[in-house]
């Protein structure tokens, strides 16, 4: 008899569990029922993530299964698989990919999808603002000679001139 | 080459000197950040260039941030295992980052920067974990180190970040804040008592979590205990340090007490308990790993409730770091087997205490 969870190994535990008046039996392998807690001989390392993998499987099945499995990461091709099979998710962008189903997984992993933490802005880019600058300044150069304004447009003329 | 831990202040165990808060009951303070670099796939999943690139960038941004100016760095991709080793057992890197986790093989381009009492590793499961450690039980020191530290190479640095998630990590057990705090705590009085079970499940419902000396996956092994924050994401750091601060204040509290109830209720039984501990380590000839730990949670505890009066919290510390394999190897200078790390661990741990015996008793 194989697993009823992983249907790979042979099934070598048989779990008798009474839920509301109903007996159910669980026939698993030595891995799989350690993984939900039974002590067995066999050591393994709970997995942080074992209940939340889960659920992700549960989802994704819920889901049908092969449209939500078959999604990728259009950044780090990252698919819901790999990160069964890993609990990582590829990069950042994953985040967004597959921004549905993260939320609903947070909600139960943290109690809420929501960060309420420090905020945070990346620094802008020392190029980009230096073109920023640049620009303002080639603007208010064009309407200094526009406007006749002569000594202006030479003082701006000079400060172009230094950061390029 | 090997790890030159000379260079480092303290040689980076600065924390273990017990001049912290508690430092009797709890031996550290941790807090760490989990960032990741906007550009670049997560470690686990990044080219070997490209985590080559992040280090270079992380290097070049390290460069400008005050609290890292003295800091040294290790490139664990170019460590033996020993050197490797080494730095593990000093809680300076994860067994993931010095590639000892048979899950995680050794990455290009895995680093550390280690200041003092600060740390930065690069290409651990995310691009970035930050650290700040502390003797003690300090949590806010030890926040108000790493939150300068984030926020100066956030400045440099343009971290992955989304308005509704929070900090990018990846994990998802991670994301949000990207905090854990994690306090290392010895609870030898709660385990006697048999009083443990309840307080770790009532840590559960306060949302907090427990692990061995080493981390996630370790065990508890000389009645050592990580208490950390089981959640990062919706609630503020302030938030989660508070809930930190106020349950490990009360186990510390517990700890204490149930020091007492067994100091009264079971006085004699327990000095004798803790004497053949010290007498244990003071004359063995070879000693386990596990063997070491619980005999020095005993000597720890009787240090605690002052029946030896001459041993210092510091050297009990230190015992712990420094009676681990590899840098009993390290000591020895050559590589060990089994056998010879348990008959150079007793050595070790006899002569340290032989230097302090004084008048013991």
Redesign the interface.
Known sequence: MLCETCHERDAVVHLTTIENNAVHQLHLCERCAAERGVETTLKT??H??GE?LHLVHQQVATAGGTSTDSMRCS??N?TMADFRA???????RC??NFEAG??E??RR??????????S?R??VSETLERQAVLGELKDRLRRAIESEQFELAADLRDRIRVME | MTVDLSLLPDGGVGWLDASGAHSDIVLSTRIRFARNVEGYAFTGRARDGERLRVLSQVREAIGTVSSLREAVMYRLDELPPTSRALLHERHLVSKELAGLDAQHPLRSGAAVFLADGLGVMVNEEDHLRLQSLRSGFALHEAYAAIDKLDRDLGARLPYSYHGEFGFLTACPTNVGTGMRGSVLIHLPGLVLTKEIGKVLNSLQQMGLTYRGLYGEGSEVVGNFFQISNQTTLGRSEEELLDQLLRVVGHVVEREAEARRVLLRDAGYIIEDKLWRAYGTLRYARSLTFEEAMNYLSGVRLAVGLKLISTLSVYTLNKLLIFSQAAHLAFAEGKALTESETNLARARYVRKALEQEAGSVG
């Open positions: 390392d709970k942080p993530l939340f950044f780090c990252t890993t609990g990582r998710w590829g990069c950042a985040y967004s993260i939320r997984l947070l992993v943290h109690g809420s999808h929501r960060h309420i933490g420090r945070y990346p620094p």
